[in-house]
């Protein structure tokens, strides 16, 4: 059975920064993409950032980049969030997922497997 458990969402103040995790179990986690996405209030889920199991190449949502930095432990079958000088529109639902749709890695449809989530709140 595949779990991901995100933890590390919080309430910041503009300009903070937060750290979110991703725990992964229940599969050969250095063989899977890893991505983030996260949905606002009455809005859609948007994907925000992604690192791929072979190289570990990193793709990014335009409005985090340059902000966000996404990375991986193998070997602790862990995905991580590095949120630097967040901003207000940054507040919503974080998720994690794990997908094989090597092609598909910037969108949701790559992704087979979704944790249940951790608020991040920026205010201003």
């Known amino acids: 059975q595949v779990q991901l458990v995100e933890s590390g969402g919080n309430l910041v103040q503009a300009g903070g920064s937060l750290r979110l995790s991703c725990a992964a179990s229940?599969?050969?986690?250095?063989?899977?993409?890893m991505g983030w996405f996260r949905q606002a209030p009455g809005k859609e889920r948007e994907f925000v950032a992604a690192?791929?199991?072979?190289?570990?190449?990193?793709y990014y949502a335009d409005s985090v980049k340059g902000r966000f930095t996404v990375s991986r432990d193998n070997a602790k079958n862990t995905v991580y969030l590095q949120m630097n000088n967040l901003k207000p529109e940054d507040t919503a639902v974080y998720f994690c997922?794990?997908?094989?749709?090597?092609?598909?890695?910037?969108?949701?449809?790559?992704?087979?497997?979704w944790g249940q989530g951790t608020q991040v709140a920026v205010s201003s």
């Open positions: 229940g599969l050969t986690f250095s063989r899977y993409n």
């Open positions: 997922a794990a997908g094989v749709q090597d092609l598909l890695v910037v969108t949701a449809k790559g992704y087979a497997y």
């Open positions: 690192i791929r199991w072979s190289a570990g190449t990193t």
